[in-house]
């Protein structure tokens, strides 16, 4: 599957009306970090991966971890627009009965690796993942996404040290920068910075660039291929809430759904094709 920067850029439109519009049905979720993370989550379903929604369990694929499970709308969205389950079933979001929780479970929804939810978990069985890998002498590849508040945890950094150590250069991780957590301000609740220099200090290759740049996100991840001996951080500037002007840059926006309106106000700011 290929697509072109301005195909790729209209998918990471329709996640972001996708994550709005459900979250609206559902009336409770995470729209900020799903938001902020619809450029990452669009290159590697839609350019990077290698995943097939025939065989989603094949032993072969690459494997992704959502480690801020809580942003688990934007995932949603990317397997069902890459053809894992029927786009209709985002409407069910966190209702009573619906495959798709509010947290990702990997025993009910096609293309879900690791279900997650408690924060610094997601990377830690990333690393499982990866370092079974490489003693299975596998060719596939794991990606996965922490939050920036995420990081206060202290699994995130003993996970991290394991990667180093073990030398998992078949795993690429990306820290969802925005900037924002559930309490505000990440340096006012417990300031992780500076983070690149923190995962250096750990072992990891650091690539830092803007996480809303496609063609950035593309070359990153080829990097991250290249380098070998060590795994990669791909530090992503975002913004919490993209695509929406008045969710963007808000903590407030951290887990409170849109009414109708705001929807409607959303979906015509995004724009894109459907």
């Known amino acids: 599957m290929s697509y072109n920067i301005e195909e790729l850029q209209n998918i990471a439109k329709t996640l972001r009306k996708d994550i709005v519009t459900m979250l609206t049905e559902s009336a409770s979720g995470h729209p900020g970090g799903s938001l902020s993370a619809a450029d990452i989550m ?12 025939e065989n989603p369990r094949d032993p072969e694929r690459d494997r992704f971890v959502l480690s801020k499970g809580h942003a688990a709308p934007v995932l949603y969205s990317a397997l069902a627009r890459r053809g894992f389950f029927n786009p209709d079933e985002l409407m069910t979001l966190r209702k009573f009965g619906s495959m798709l929780q509010g947290h990702p479970n990997m025993n009910d929804v096609p293309g879900i690796d690791m279900s997650t939810g408690s924060l610094g978990q997601g990377i830690s069985a990333a690393v499982g993942m ?12 794991v990606y996965s996404i922490l939050g920036d508040g995420e990081l206060e945890e202290g699994q995130v950094w003993e996970a991290s040290m394991c990667a180093a150590h ?3 250069d078949n795993l690429t991780a990306f820290v969802d920068f925005n ?9 006012d609740v417990m300031n992780p910075a500076p983070v690149g220099e ?3 200090a750990f072992g990891w290759h650091v690539i ?3 996480g809303h740049d ?11 291929k290249n380098t070998k001996g060590k795994p990669t951080m791909i530090v992503a500037k975002t ?3 993209k695509g929406v002007s008045f969710m963007e840059n808000l903590a407030s926006w951290h887990g409170t759904a849109p009414t109708k309106e705001q929807c409607e106000l959303a979906i015509k700011e995004i724009g894109g094709e459907n």
């Open 42 to 53: 669009t290159v590697l379903y839609f350019h990077e991966m290698n995943i097939n929604p």
């Open 130 to 141: 990866a370092l079974a890998g490489k003693t299975d002498k596998k060719s596939y590849r």
């Open 166 to 168: 073990y030398k998992l």
């Open 179 to 187: 900037g924002l957590q559930i309490d505000g301000n990440i340096q």
């Open 198 to 200: 923190k995962f250096k």
């Open 208 to 210: 830092e660039i803007n």
């Open 214 to 224: 496609m063609e950035a996100i593309i070359k990153a991840i080829e990097e991250a």
């Open 239 to 241: 913004v919490k809430g």
